[in-house]
């Protein structure tokens, strides 16, 4: 079979995308009428289209976005299909707008009926996916820069931090700890931002959780960005200090959690530099 036109995957895209806004919103779609329609316009087999559906999960992923769980990511795409993904990212800005990422992440309600969280183990090179995976998804985040995309996205990371203020509090109630939980401070929203974590919480024992919170709508290996001021905060408070990645947010939020040293965990990689005149 020939490779596929960008017309061809253009189209595929487009129909994935409105198949996904559906999901997102929880209207019902048929896959199998989408995929009909599909054969008649770009003239692919079902099975072809089916599998082209999972290589677009696979892109997503790589951008950190969501994707529709339908269609596991299926990975060794090309890079064309890359570049049709971004083209419809590029022509609808408002899929990735603050607002409209607000209306996909998790309600007030939400957040009480179901406050706590999924904490499970960072990722290691023990539970990394296979390496060809790792790397075409590590080159998609990088070349889109998916952290600095993130990291703009106040919505997102708002959102993300008063999940982990309800978290907090749930737990600390459920240890029997009501005096810590109404201790607990949002100090990124009422100080600002120049503490080096966004909340301060407590474990059972009344000791000190400084928590920053990075948080993405993609897998939990999406890069973030970390400032200097956090990294001093997180070796001047090592033992206080917790980072808690939330990600899968605008699906299914889910997190872990990294402890100083973040070098032990994570690469860091200088992405700008402060330039004084001399």
């Known amino acids: 079979m020939t490779d ?3 017309e061809q995957n253009d189209a595929i895209v487009a129909d994935y995308f409105a198949m996904l806004a559906d999901d997102i919103v929880g209207r019902s779609y048929s896959k199998a009428t989408h995929n009909r329609l599909l054969q008649a316009i770009i003239g692919r087999p079902r099975g072809s289209i089916e599998y082209k559906h999972q290589n677009i999960s696979a892109v997503l992923k790589g ?3 969501d994707w529709l769980p339908g269609y596991k990511p299926a990975f060794n795409f090309q890079a064309s299909l890359v570049d049709a993904v971004v083209r419809w990212l590029d ?3 408002d899929w ?5 990422r607000a209306a996909m992440t998790p309600s007030a309600a939400a957040l009480r009926e179901e406050a706590m ?10 539970n990394a996916p296979p390496p060809d995976e790792l790397e075409q998804m590590t080159a998609i985040s990088r070349k889109y820069d998916v952290a600095e995309r993130d990291a703009r996205n106040r919505t997102l990371g708002r959102a993300g ?3 982990v203020l309800a978290h907090e509090r749930a737990s600390l109630l459920a240890a029997g700890r009501s005096d810590l939980a109404e201790r607990i401070r949002w100090v990124s929203h009422v100080d600002g931002d ?3 974590y966004d909340i301060r919480s407590f474990e059972p024992d009344g000791s000190d959780r400084l928590i920053e919170v990075k948080t993405t709508n993609g897998w939990e290996r999406t890069p973030f960005h970390i400032t200097r001021n956090e990294l001093a905060v997180a070796e001047t408070h090592r033992h206080d200090w917790r980072l808690v990645r939330l990600w899968s947010f ?6 872990f959690e990294l402890r100083p040293p973040l070098e032990a965990h994570v690469s860091l990689m200088a992405t700008s530099f402060q330039a004084n005149f001399m």
């Open 91 to 93: 022509r609808h800005p």
């Open 63 to 65: 951008l950190g976005e």
């Open 194 to 196: 120049g503490a080096g």
């Open 4 to 6: 596929w036109t960008d």
């Open 161 to 163: 931090e008063e999940r």
């Open 250 to 255: 605008a699906r299914e939020p889910r997190a």
């Open 117 to 126: 969280l999924w904490i499970g183990p960072p990722p290691t090179h023990s």
């Open 96 to 100: 990735l707008a603050p607002a409209a």
